[in-house]
């Protein structure tokens, strides 16, 4: 069936750097996409989303970039702080109004003092 | 985010109990949601509701009921907990229409586990 994964479980980066995580989808008719940041203890929050007619979008700190032809998402967060240290989801829809989103499994992102 | 409350936020039951997981929202939002969270499965969508009167069942539905008491407020029961319920709960809300986003909005989560 339809899915969305990530590339790699966990990712260590030196506070400072700059830190990629990767999510691979599958399912050709999603047309949405949100990164989600959880910190230990606490919800999903949102960090920055984007829509299947950009490939890339910026925030603070924060780019997501959009390759449809491989179907494949990126969330790039700049000069790593210790507090983005956190799992991070990748999550997409096809379907706008209904919008059940499909979640990945998470990649856990630790930031080296 | 403090819109969005969930009450126990922690809970130990036995085997067999009902219980019931409260989440109520501040921000209007027409759509609410109930998910599960497992390690190394993500997030799972257990049920839905679009607005008072609509309930809808999603992945893993068996075993849970919800009820959409007004706009603010969804519970999720456990009608006979069993201990692969064990897990971490988070409710989410969204309003697409007039937010013109999908994006939805988690509450802090329950952790139950099941004797």
């Known amino acids: 069936g339809e899915s969305v994964g990530l590339h790699l479980p966990t990712l260590s980066v030196q506070e400072g750097d700059n830190s990629i995580i990767n999510c691979a989808y599958s399912?050709?008719?999603?047309?949405?996409f949100i990164w989600y940041k959880q910190e230990s203890g606490k919800g999903p929050q949102f960090i920055i989303d984007?829509?299947?007619?950009?490939d890339k979008r910026q925030g603070q700190r924060v780019t997501v970039l959009l390759n449809k032809t491989v179907k494949h998402l990126s969330l790039q967060i700049a000069a790593t702080q210790p507090g983005d240290s956190a799992v991070y989801f990748c999550?997409?829809?096809?379907?706008?109004?209904?919008?059940?989103?499909?979640f990945g499994t998470g990649t856990r992102l630790t930031i080296i003092p | 985010d403090a819109d969005v409350t969930q009450t126990p936020r922690n809970r130990i039951t036995k085997t067999g109990k009902r219980i019931m997981l409260e989440c109520s929202q501040t921000?209007?939002?027409?759509?609410m949601y109930w998910y599960r969270q497992d390690p190394g499965l993500g997030l799972r969508l257990i049920y839905y509701?679009?607005?008072?009167?609509?309930?809808n069942k999603g992945e893993i539905s068996d075993g849970y009921s919800v009820s959409r008491q007004a706009q603010a407020k969804f519970s999720l029961s456990l009608e006979s907990a069993i201990p692969n319920q064990t897990a971490l709960y988070f409710c989410?809300?969204?309003?697409?229409?007039?937010?013109?986003?999908?994006?939805?909005?988690f509450g802090p989560g329950t952790r139950l586990l099941v004797l």
């Open positions: 999550a997409e829809t096809g379907d706008f109004g209904n919008e059940k989103l499909t």
């Open positions: 399912n050709s008719a999603s047309d949405y």
């Open positions: 989410a809300t969204s309003d697409p229409n007039r937010e013109n986003t999908e994006t939805q909005y």
């Open positions: 509701s679009f607005d008072v009167k609509d309930i």
């Open positions: 984007i829509r299947s007619n950009m």
């Open positions: 921000k209007g939002h027409d759509r």
